[in-house]
């Protein structure tokens, strides 16, 4: 298959080494992956904080770079921005009255996977030590973010995976479905609420005593992670892609 | 044909207002440890009761799809609905009242208290009252309400503010309760300790003598079904079953949005209600009114129907489906922001998820500080989740963020930062090429990281994210420029 990978904004400037994962990923599994790169970013800062006039060339933008006869399927390792594709596409279309932007933005959503979506249900992973040879001797817990697992019903799909890497422990985080606190803007905004979200988390990730923090969303990991780097607590977060592609000869290491 | 531009329907007002910006509110509830902690304690333990009895119905999806489609199809006919509604309540000896906002409500209700002679009222617990500010009215016009809500009581008698829908003092743990009725509730028992049998054998004492003395009562309704002219409230406590029943007058207090078509619809929310809002499988108490009854119960029966605002939420083709709200509170138990700020913080009636989208639509985003609402979630998705009639909460609050800029627009001359950061975004996120110009310059941002590769102090409202989070110093090379050198070079 000829997988499309869209790198998202922050894990391309911020998190190069995740977008590589996710390449290492696909290619063991024998799929091509290409960059469009065209591609920035899927709007949902913009759309979120309200802006929407100035998220459209954002939009267009990724609608352009995405929606050609070029590749199978595209793959984001973020639920957030696929959940952005997906559904604020078509609506920012439909508010700013672009008919056949929605039109296209829908074919471009419809063919746009999270990354744990595309491994189990598409190209039946069910082993990643076996599957994928992963391997990540350490002990994790996970966080579920929340636009995947309820705008986009992955359910434990990323969990699953996770339990199935070679050497891996992974301890069950209390009160899991809890927002971390994040919300793009939110954080800024609503600064103090969304530090007193954060606070919960991270109290709950330290009391499973993991050495690292799991999550499929690079934003809530960041923020989850400076929260920790800034109390000086123990645990690191670490994305999904990079413990998947984690292997006995090249272990990720926190 | 010509077509006439009749205007955006009129604002609602009363109390449906923040009345400062909703950060800073939340900032001083916040600090309130022990409503934290008396909030944390009663969200959890209703959150957790109202997923084990929605998990033992296989269809609760089933149920929540038929809850919205009955209601979608209500307010798309609520003309023709609220005139069959007034028609059979008519013809069953009931007197139909029309308000278009609180001021006429409030109006109306007086001059009924008035004909009667009375000067005190009992009070069913309603929503709608509370929006339009009935008491305060009252006490202005020489009549005074008794709240007969147990938790209604102890807010009125505390000289306080509702902070949940369903649960109005749920800000307060037993052992303040016991403190207000020991010192607002006449002939109280010096003794009174908090255990919850004794404070509500005090609520029963207290509220017995004025069921018996009440001329006239005052309610909302959950439902008003236009096919038999029928009214319904629902609550827990019976409390309502004695104003409903005891008094000579009943003058009934709803927003139109409450209307439903026919009584088998009852089946689907009798179901979808209880399970959401208090977490139990069947209502306690549910009262059911057609007009007057001979020789039964109130003989002179109102009701007042209320717009307020709420045509003018239906006019918003992406918001409208708020009025699909049933009032059940699941949106407010499972929010993260509500458990931690309460509802005090959102200054409405309406607190939670849900009233950070009602109030400014059914005042304009513009009002007082109202536009603040919408911004009061991390959009987590939890209270669309858990609402029983599947009202995009997440999709309106955003919707109502681009409502609140663009109305920002006219009257900000000087941009803020946040414009400029949008509007430097949309140059630098619209083109893969810009970005990847801009991520030339991240060696630079790794100068601004200090020894250990952290950047620990953001000016500006980036500020607002160092606070308390740290940034790991970026990476030398972008993922672009890395697949450029690495993969299209070989």
Redesign the interface.
């Known amino acids: 298959m000829r997988i499309a990978l869209f790198?998202t904004?922050i894990?391309?400037?911020?998190?190069?080494?995740t977008?590589?994962s996710t390449v290492k990923i696909l290619e063991r599994l024998g799929h091509e992956v290409i960059?469009?790169?065209?591609?920035?970013?899927c709007?949902q800062?913009?759309?979120?904080?309200?802006?929407?006039p100035?998220?459209l060339?954002?939009v267009?933008?990724h609608i352009n770079?995405f929606d050609t006869d070029d590749y199978d399927v595209a793959v984001a390792p973020s639920g957030s921005c696929v959940a952005s594709v997906k559904?604020?596409h078509p609506?920012l279309a439909e508010?700013l009255g672009k008919p056949e932007l929605k039109e296209r933005a829908i074919a471009v959503g419809k063919r746009t996977y999270e990354l744990s979506q595309l491994l189990v249900d598409v190209l039946g992973v069910s082993n990643a030590a076996d599957q994928l040879g992963s391997y990540f001797p350490d002990t994790i817990t996970y966080h579920p973010s929340?636009?995947g697992k309820?705008?986009l019903g992955l359910g434990d799909r990323q969990l699953d995976l996770l339990k199935t890497v070679g050497g891996i422990t992974v301890e069950e985080l209390p009160e899991a479905?809890?927002?971390c606190?994040?919300?793009?803007?939110?954080?800024?905004?609503?600064?103090?609420?969304?530090?007193?979200?954060?606070e919960d988390k991270m109290k709950n990730i330290c009391s499973t005593g993991a050495s690292a923090c799991a999550g499929g969303d690079a934003s809530c990991l960041?923020?989850i992670?400076?929260?920790l780097?800034?109390t000086g607590a123990k645990p690191k977060t670490l994305h999904l892609a990079d413990i998947l592609a984690s292997t006995m000869e090249e272990t990720v290491t926190l | 044909m010509t077509q006439v531009f009749l205007g955006m329907p009129a604002a609602g007002h009363g109390n449906l207002f923040e009345e400062e910006p909703f950060p800073q509110a939340a900032h001083r509830e916040l600090g309130n440890t022990q409503m934290r902690k008396n909030l944390r304690h009663a969200t959890h333990t209703i959150r957790d009761k109202r997923v084990k009895v929605v998990g033992e119905l296989p269809d609760w999806e089933e149920l929540r799809d038929a809850g919205s489609a009955i209601k979608n199809n209500a307010m798309a006919n609520v003309e023709e609905l609220l005139l069959q509604f007034e028609k059979n309540f008519t013809a069953r000896g009931g007197t139909v009242h029309w308000a278009r906002d609180a001021t006429e409500a409030n109006k109306i209700v007086t001059e009924l208290v008035k004909e009667t002679g009375s000067t005190e009222v009992v009070k069913v617990k309603s929503m709608a009252t509370q929006e339009i500010g009935l008491n305060e009215y009252l006490e202005t016009q020489g009549i005074e309400a008794f709240e007969t809500d147990l938790a209604e009581l102890i807010v009125q008698l505390g000289n306080d503010k509702p902070s949940h829908i369903l649960v109005p003092a749920i800000h307060k743990n037993r052992t303040e309760v016991r403190d207000i009725f020991l010192k607002e509730m006449p002939s109280v028992d010096p003794e009174l300790t908090d255990e919850p049998a004794k404070l509500a054998e005090a609520a029963r004492s207290h509220l017995r003598k004025k069921f018996l003395a009440a001329k006239v009562a005052i309610s909302g309704a959950n439902f008003a079904l236009a096919d038999t002219g029928t009214l319904g409230v629902v609550e827990s406590e019976g409390n309502g079953r004695m104003c409903l029943t005891l008094p000579e007058t009943l003058i009934t207090v709803m927003g139109i949005e409450k209307v439903l078509p026919k009584w088998e619809d009852l089946e689907v929310f009798m179901q979808l209600l209880p399970r959401s809002s208090t977490g139990e499988r069947m209502n306690p108490y549910t009262s059911l009114w057609t007009g007057a009854s001979a020789d039964d119960g109130p003989q002179d029966v109102h009701i007042v129907l209320l717009d307020n605002g709420r045509t003018r939420a239906l006019s918003d083709r992406f918001g409208r489906t708020a009025l699909n709200c049933i009032r059940c509170s699941a949106c407010m138990n499972v929010c993260p922001v509500y458990e931690r700020t309460g509802g005090h913080a959102y200054g409405s009636t309406y607190p939670g998820p849900i009233g950070a989208i009602l109030s400014p639509l059914m005042t304009g985003i513009e009002a007082e500080d109202n536009g603040s609402l919408p911004y009061a979630s991390s959009l987590c998705g939890a209270c669309y989740d858990a609402c029983p009639v599947k009202i995009n909460i997440p999709e309106i609050l955003v919707h109502l963020r681009g409502e609140d800029v663009d109305a920002k627009r006219e009257t900000h001359k000087i941009p803020t930062q946040m414009d400029l950061m949008m509007k430097g975004g949309s140059w630098a996120l619209g083109k893969g090429k810009n970005l990847g110009l801009l991520e030339k310059a991240l060696p630079l941002g790794r100068l601004m990281a200090g020894k250990d590769k952290k950047i620990k102090k953001l000016p500006g409202i980036a500020a607002g994210w160092t606070q308390s989070r740290d940034i790991p110093a970026p990476p030398n090379k972008s993922f672009r420029d890395w697949w450029s050198d690495e993969k299209e070079s070989k």
């Not at chain 1, 894990?11 to 080494?17: L, Q």
């Open positions: 790198a904004c894990v391309d400037a911020m998190y190069p080494e977008a590589k960059f469009p790169k065209a591609q920035a970013c709007g800062m913009h759309i979120n904080s309200g802006y929407m100035e998220a060339p954002v267009e933008n770079a559904h604020q609506y508010r929340c636009h309820r705008s479905d809890q927002c606190g994040f919300g793009g803007t939110f954080s800024l905004k609503n600064a103090d609420v969304s530090t007193a979200m954060l960041m923020h992670g400076g929260g780097s800034r």
